[in-house]
């Protein structure tokens, strides 16, 4: 699209880029939203068709340790009761993600040390 063409702020017409137009009364556009500061793209991370930074459904993208809540990581609809939603969600991934980290360093750290002693408890 080129431009949309009318009067008093009522929409008559489109016109394309090839310089065709077509009447029209009303119509929907989707916009693209940008955001504000680059660092997702910078980082790798990939965006969505909406502007917004892709993630797995628990608000992680593909890098590890990296976390996105809120408009930045889907840009529609844009409202702050949304975003603080998403904000909430974000950090009950980031505590399971953290839990789950701690559990697996701790287990690794007791199977480390029951490799070489008898376990005081016998299945026997």
Not at 6 to 12: A, T
Request: aromatic share 8%; glycine share 10%.
């Amino acid at each position: 699209m080129q431009a949309f063409i009318g009067q008093n702020g009522q929409l008559e017409h489109v016109r394309f880029v090839d310089g065709t137009q077509i009447p029209r009364v009303g119509g929907f556009a989707t916009p693209k939203f940008l955001q504000s500061v680059p660092f997702a793209e910078r980082l790798g991370c990939e965006m969505t068709a909406s502007g917004g930074i892709k993630t797995d459904g628990k608000w992680r993208p593909e890098i590890p340790g990296l976390y996105i809540a809120g408009d930045a990581s889907d840009m529609a609809p844009s409202q702050v009761v949304i975003a603080a939603a998403d904000g909430s969600k974000t950090a009950m991934s980031v505590n399971l993600d953290l839990t789950e980290e701690d559990f697996t360093i701790r287990r690794s750290a007791l199977r480390a040390n029951y490799r070489y002693k008898i376990p005081l408890i016998s299945s026997q």
